[in-house]
């Protein structure tokens, strides 16, 4: 969205189409700027989103770790009772009185060595696994600090564009209450009601192409007689277009410059001459 300069509007133009007109530019810049402001939410919470990621995997690097540490104790558990039960069965081997009872306790003996050589493959492999959950809270552990540094360079980075645009929005406002303020009440509304219409855009300038005249927004073709009505400006009637009802205004283009004069053709030095 654009709007000629205040400055650049011809001198003639009454002093409500010109305020409007001012209207119209804070009005615009605002528009910008609170739609820059209400992009900040979504920035602010990007980097919120980056950090949490980063804890979520420290917390999952970390319960990992800490049920590799249960599993490692429960595997160790089973390897010592087992090594009880076998030490049990080893003792009772001299109590027995027949084959049949000796050829049972040996394989029970050789069941507990079975089941002891399990837990302690299961034990060896749960250690192996806690060695790699051990090196990834490390790593996450140097991620999460290295996201919560960054992130908050980029947020205090982001806070300062923050106020820098909440102080230009302050600045904007008073400088359009100073146009509102040089605007008659019954215009005002009927420029309130028409912006909020067109998104904010009340004003419309009408676009000169030579033989034709449009309105600058919706591009309508406005009339010739209606066009010189609103280039002269005569009193203080505001001109609508009739498709868009925006208000028309005018800016007069600047006077194209002049082409040098051409050489004299017959090359004659064209400059005054001293006679004897």
């Known amino acids: 969205m654009s709007i000629e300069p205040y400055a650049k509007i011809q001198s003639q133009m009454h002093r409500t189409l010109k305020s409007l007109v001012e209207l119209q530019q804070q009005d615009i810049r605002l528009l910008e700027l609170r739609a820059q402001l ?55 081997s001299s109590q027995v009185k027949t084959n049949e009872a000796y050829k049972a306790l040996l394989h029970e003996i050789e069941m507990a060595e079975q089941e002891i050589a399990r837990s302690e493959d299961r034990l060896l492999e749960e250690m192996m696994s806690a060695e790699e959950y051990d090196r990834q809270v490390k790593s996450a552990t140097v991620a999460l600090a290295e996201a919560e540094t960054v992130v908050r360079v980029e947020r205090e980075n982001a806070e300062c ?106 090359g004659a030095d064209a400059s005054p001459t001293n006679q004897p």
């Open 38 to 92: 209400a992009a900040f939410s979504g920035r602010f919470a990007e980097l919120d989103a980056r950090v949490a990621s980063a804890r979520a995997e420290l917390e999952k690097a970390q319960t990992a770790q800490t049920q590799a540490r249960k599993d490692r104790k429960k595997f160790e558990l089973d390897v010592e009772q087992g090594k009880d039960h076998l030490r049990k069965f080893k003792d009772q």
């Open 161 to 266: 564009e923050q106020a820098a645009l909440q102080q230009e929005v302050s600045e904007h406002e008073a400088q359009r209450a100073e146009a509102v303020a040089q605007i008659p009440e019954d215009e005002m509304d009927h420029y309130t009601r028409i912006a909020a219409r067109h998104g904010g855009m009340a004003m419309a300038q009408v676009r000169d192409l030579g033989n034709d005249q449009m309105c600058g927004m919706c591009g309508v073709r406005i009339l010739p007689h209606v066009f010189e009505d609103i280039r002269r400006m005569e009193g203080d009637e505001l001109f609508h277009c009739e498709t868009c009802t925006r208000i028309f205004y005018y800016v007069e283009p600047p006077p194209a410059p002049k082409s040098p004069a051409p050489p004299d053709a017959s």
